[in-house]
């Protein structure tokens, strides 16, 4: 009489079908699945984890952006100014030769690429010429009152 498999050994069925795996039964296998149920992070705990990385995250890298922000300002103005005097002066100069100074910063913007007149802190570039031109400085000089918007101050953004 022809048996089956699972008839004779059915353990051996079972191996081979992979419902048991070696160590998987026996007198420690209760201490093992206890183990491995408690080994994995609850919701919870992972939240937590996620909440202490925003927080370092926030008081170290957020100061850091915040600075090169304030950076990126600076340079920008340093880069108006520049474009202003050794860009947009000249070709206003030519477009004008009858005269010396251009009358506003509106009418030197206007070779700058068409771009506004205020600084990248919400403040007019200043404009000086003839009269108010620096000592030592020649043709045009531009004035940007940086960061704390006050003129004349350590901080001001100068073309020369």
Request: proline share 8%; charged share 20%; aromatic share 6%.
């Amino acid at each position: 009489m022809h048996q089956s498999l699972c008839t004779i050994n059915p353990r051996a069925a079972r191996t081979r079908a992979g419902f048991y795996r070696r160590g998987s039964h026996g007198p420690g296998a209760r201490r093992l699945r206890l183990l491995r149920d408690e080994a994995g992070l609850t919701l919870l705990e992972i939240m937590i984890v996620l909440a202490i990385i925003a927080l370092i995250m926030g008081l170290v890298v957020g100061p850091m952006v915040m600075r090169q922000f304030g950076n990126a300002r600076r340079d920008i103005a340093v880069a108006a100014v520049g474009k202003y005097v050794n860009e947009a002066y000249p070709m206003w100069a030519q477009a004008n030769p009858d005269k010396v100074c251009p009358p506003s910063m509106e009418a030197l913007a206007e070779f700058a690429n068409g771009k506004g007149n205020k600084d990248p802190w919400g403040q007019p570039y200043r404009l000086l010429c003839g009269p108010t031109l620096p000592p030592g400085v020649s043709g045009l000089a531009v004035v940007s009152s940086g960061p704390d918007q006050q003129a004349d101050t350590a901080d001001d953004i100068k073309s020369w």
